[in-house]
């Protein structure tokens, strides 16, 4: 299946990254196998952590077909040019409950609305239809609609929004003007295990699901200055696939599609990295590299080829701040001159390197652990306090595949691990219970003046197999009270949210 795609430059004016605040029945999933160099999943830290609970989801028949092909997300009160010799184009957009909407497509035969819908499910038949160029309604529920034209001889159509308030709601507490808000989620990859590349998007569970879809559910919470993710995957076409239970890539569209949601700093230093050798390696630094020359990524950190390349911080400036992001974890080593990531065995090195650049705010990305624990593993801990005491602020770990607890050391934060964010590798594990269920996803307030991060707002997420979104209510703040005594168990500065029951958000109290 494919969809009419132009570049990521192209239509960035096309597609708004917004999304659906939802609450699904689902959980979350572990991928994982042991890298080429024969060093287990974990790192070394145990002996086999097994394949248990793991699987790639690719079961889906080809004949599948949805009724909408989508073209992208289209914005309020911005004209979105139709394709030349479009017949009947579609979108999606998001709307919020009794919102009242215009649709205007001057010379269209027909106006058609569809939804609201999960994200990741299928399209409903149509609720609204007229036989003319402007539609006006009320949306009944929020959600993600679809608008389907009959084009006749219409060149382009607006969505608008006369009163301001289609879009639904997100973080619940502003960052203040003065601060940087960084948002930070765990492990993103867009493919299934061991699957043809496809430039559209992948199947899962029998349902196909368009890459800009996978993100559907949380991409209006990725409203930071900076949006911070591991990115678990290597991003080629080719390379030599490694001898392992699970090997994922995904192809340049499927990381224009995590950019156009909002991402701007991925870290490569992960697992997954080279799971297609080392030219996968150099494949996803050209990616990578090729988003940041053309605007897309402040930019990227953890692999590259030899050592230096690999555990070098990304430098960067956004609003006055001067940002430094550097990254390391397990799998696929550096060795030599060879293309691969920086190992959390070098941690020392990279640690000292980010502290030597010049920078306001140091960001360090760790994944490594033991798979499933709920605890940080001990050699994790101690590297993310050194780095901590070496001026690093933020410390951001992933890997174990479930959510960790946050320690304040001094002036910096450990996230031990957000477990996943939108990992498509993965199964759905519902059943292991809510302390392992859910991913983690936050929103970090930096004070350029204190140099320091004293705003944390937080959300439970779920289905981060499938189509990532945030849990609510009384799911969410369970998972909030479970990550809290997580935190607790860190000693004097393990971090207590305060979360309100009605809506599963958590603040600093």
């Known amino acids: 299946m494919s969809v009419p795609r132009c570049s990521r430059v192209e239509r960035g004016t096309l597609l708004l990254s917004l999304g659906l605040l939802a609450v699904l029945l689902a959980g979350c999933g572990v991928p994982a196998g042991s890298p080429a160099s ?26 599948q077909s949805r009724p909408l092909t989508i073209l992208g997300r289209l914005a ?19 709307g919020t409950a009794g919102a009242a909407i215009v649709i205007q497509a001057p010379g269209a035969a027909e106006i058609r609305v569809h939804g609201p819908r999960r994200p990741g499910d299928r399209w409903p038949a149509a609720f609204a239809t007229v036989p003319e160029s402007e539609l006006s309604l009320t949306l009944p529920q929020t959600g993600l609609y679809g608008l389907r034209l009959d084009a ?25 003007s003065d601060h940087l808000a960084l948002v930070a989620v765990g492990d993103l990859g867009l493919t299934a295990s061991d699957v043809e590349v496809d430039p559209a998007g992948g199947w899962k569970y029998g349902e196909y699901h368009y890459y800009f879809e996978m993100l559907d559910g949380f991409a209006p919470f990725l409203d930071g200055v900076v949006n911070l993710a591991n990115l678990e995957t290597a991003v080629t076409t080719g390379g030599e696939k490694q001898d392992k239970t699970f090997v994922f890539r995904m192809p340049s569209e499927a990381l224009d599609a995590v950019l156009d949601a909002g991402f701007n700093l991925l870290g490569a230093a992960n697992n997954h ?13 050209a990616n990578l590299v090729a988003a940041r020359t053309a605007g897309g990524l402040f930019g990227f950190a953890g692999a590259g080829t030899g050592f230096t390349a690999a555990a070098a911080p990304a430098v960067f400036e956004v609003r006055g701040v001067r940002i430094a992001y550097a990254a390391c974890g397990i799998g696929f080593n550096v060795r030599g001159n060879g293309s ?5 065995s070098d ?13 306001d705010l140091r960001v360090l990305s760790i994944h490594a652990g033991v798979e499933l624990d709920l605890a940080p593993a001990a050699e994790v801990q101690a590297a993310a306090r050194r780095a901590v005491d070496a001026g690093v602020q933020v410390v951001h770990g992933h890997h174990p595949h479930v959510v960790q607890g946050i320690e304040q050391r001094g002036g ?23 302390d392992q269920d859910y991913g983690l996803a936050v929103r970090l307030g930096y004070d350029p003046a204190t140099r320091r991060v004293d705003q ?14 945030p849990r609510s209510g009384a799911s969410a703040a369970e998972r909030i009270a479970r990550l809290n005594a997580r935190s607790a168990s860190l000693g004097s500065g393990g971090v207590r949210l305060a979360v309100e029951t009605d809506t599963g958000f958590a603040t600093l109290p």
Do not use: Q
């Open 456 to 469: 944390i707002e937080a959300v439970a997420l779920t289905d981060m197999h499938r189509v990532v979104v």
């Open 340 to 344: 691969g990531i920086a190992h959390v």
């Open 38 to 63: 024969g060093e287990d999943e974990s790192g070394a830290l145990v002996d086999d952590p097994g394949a248990a609970g793991k699987a790639d989801g690719a079961d889906a028949s080809s004949s």
């Open 273 to 285: 990295a080279g799971d297609f050798g080392a030219l996968g390696v150099v494949d996803t630094v």
């Open 76 to 94: 309020y009160d911005r004209p979105t040019p139709l394709p030349a010799g479009a017949v009947a184009p579609a979108w999606s957009f998001v």
């Open 412 to 434: 910096g934060l450990i996230l031990y691990s957000l477990g996943n964010f939108e990992l498509r590798g993965a199964r759905n594990m519902a059943d292991l219970g809510p």
């Open 347 to 359: 941690a020392r090195a990279v640690i000292d390197g980010l502290a030597a650049a010049p920078a």
């Open 152 to 176: 006749g001889t219409a060149t382009e159509v607006t969505l608008a929004c006369p009163a301001g308030d289609c879009a639904p709601p997100t973080w619940r507490h502003a960052v203040p």
